[in-house]
Nanobody, 118 residues
Framework: QVQLVESGGGLVQARGSLRLSCEAS????????MGWYRQAPGKQRELVAL???????NYADSGKGRITISRDNAKNMVYLQMNSLKPEGTGVYYC????????????WGKGTLVTVSS
C-alpha cells in the first residue's frame, strides 16, 4: 500500500515562506514523477510543480521563480519550497506519485492546508 503523507502547511502572511514535505512509504528513486498540486477553495485541483526521476522539474506559471520542488531519494521525501507567497496560494496542497499505472498520477496524499493571509 503506497502512502504519501504531507506536512508543513499552516498559516502564513503574504510574502512569507513555507516548506512542505511529503514522506513516501516506499522507495521513490525510480518513481517516474512526483508532484505537488493545490486545490483552492471552490476550485479544481491544479498542478503546482513536478519532478522526474532524473530531477527534471516543471512548474506552473504562477509559481515560477518563487517555488522550488526537490526530492531526497535516500529519505524518500519530496519537498516544496514556497517563497513570496500570495493569498491566491491558499489551498490544500497534495503530494502525488506517477508510477506509470494510469497515465497520470497514481497515488495521492491526503493533503496539507496552506493559508496565506493578506
Amino acid at each position: 500500500q503506497v502512502q504519501l503523507v504531507e506536512s508543513g502547511g499552516g498559516l502564513v502572511q503574504a510574502r512569507g515562506s513555507l516548506r512542505l514535505s511529503c514522506e513516501a512509504s516506499g522507495r521513490i528513486i525510480n518513481i517516474i514523477r512526483m508532484g505537488w498540486y493545490r486545490q483552492a477553495p471552490g476550485k479544481q485541483r491544479e498542478l503546482v510543480a513536478l519532478i522526474t526521476s532524473l530531477g527534471r522539474t516543471n512548474y506552473a506559471d504562477s509559481g515560477k521563480g518563487r517555488i522550488t520542488i526537490s526530492r531526497d531519494n535516500a529519505k524518500n521525501m519530496v519537498y516544496l519550497q514556497m517563497n513570496s507567497l500570495k493569498p491566491e496560494g491558499t489551498g490544500v496542497y497534495y503530494c502525488a506519485e506517477d508510477r506509470g499505472d494510469s497515465g497520470g498520477m497514481d497515488y495521492w496524499g491526503k493533503g496539507t492546508l496552506v493559508t496565506v493571509s493578506s
